[in-house]
């Protein structure tokens, strides 16, 4: 039985729908039924969504703030009374994405990159589009870049490009 099956004969989706975070169901239920998923994970992500949605709300917050810092709350509090389900987190963040799609809670703010961060990803990129290195050794190149920026010119891009000559430390 798929998820469009479901919908038409579940007791909870009908609940939910009808409830006070309707319009939150039925985006979430549509989600899960054009993915494809089947019965038993729509009705454990629809389960999953009802005890998030009430225990956010009776936290006193407005269900369209809903963020993954709430989610990460909720499940380490779902975690003390029940085990948690290998599932759960992918679940709610497809509740996340699908109600940011539609435009019912906030997007997620960027997240600021450092001066050293940013110059790490413009070396990575060219070490992969340019010279063609396999990802593990990006990753690699990465960690040992980023190493490097924070001992030789801890005060940033400017402290990098005023630097003539490194330590004999970091010459071949």
Same mark, same amino acid.
């Given at each position: 039985?798929n998820?469009?099956?479901?919908?038409? +004969?579940?007791? #909870?989706?009908r609940?939910l729908?009808? &409830?006070?975070?309707?319009?939150?169901a039925? *985006?979430?239920?549509?989600?899960?039924?054009?993915?494809g998923?089947?019965?038993?994970?729509?009705w454990?992500s629809?389960?999953?969504?009802?005890?998030?949605?009430?225990?956010?709300?009776?936290?006193?917050?407005?269900?369209?703030?809903?963020?993954?810092?709430?989610?990460?709350?909720f499940?380490?509090?779902?975690?003390k009374?029940?085990?948690?389900d290998s599932g759960?987190?992918?679940?709610? +963040?497809r509740? #996340?994405?699908?109600?940011?799609q539609? &435009?019912?809670?906030?997007?997620?703010?960027? *997240?600021e990159?450092?001066?050293h961060?940013?110059?790490v990803?413009?070396?990575?990129?060219?070490?992969?589009?340019?010279?063609?290195?396999?990802?593990?050794?990006v990753e690699?190149h990465?960690?040992?870049?980023h190493r490097?920026?924070?001992?030789?010119?801890?005060a940033?891009a400017?402290?990098?490009?005023?630097?003539?000559?490194?330590?004999?430390?970091?010459?071949?």
């Amino acid at each position: 039985m798929n998820a469009s099956d479901y919908l038409q +004969r579940s007791t #909870l989706y009908r609940k939910l729908i009808h &409830g006070s975070y309707g319009e939150f169901a039925r *985006i979430y239920a549509a989600r899960l039924s054009n993915e494809g998923f089947g019965r038993q994970c729509t009705w454990r992500s629809l389960s999953l969504f009802r005890e998030l949605m009430d225990w956010h709300v009776g936290n006193g917050h407005d269900p369209h703030d809903l963020s993954e810092v709430h989610v990460d709350r909720f499940l380490e509090h779902r975690s003390k009374h029940w085990s948690l389900d290998s599932g759960d987190r992918s679940a709610l +963040r497809r509740l #996340l994405s699908s109600l940011r799609q539609e &435009g019912l809670i906030p997007a997620v703010p960027p *997240i600021e990159r450092t001066e050293h961060e940013q110059i790490v990803d413009v070396f990575a990129a060219y070490l992969t589009n340019e010279r063609g290195l396999a990802a593990s050794t990006v990753e690699s190149h990465k960690l040992l870049s980023h190493r490097f920026l924070q001992e030789v010119c801890s005060a940033g891009a400017e402290g990098f490009a005023g630097k003539r000559e490194f330590p004999r430390t970091f010459c071949c």
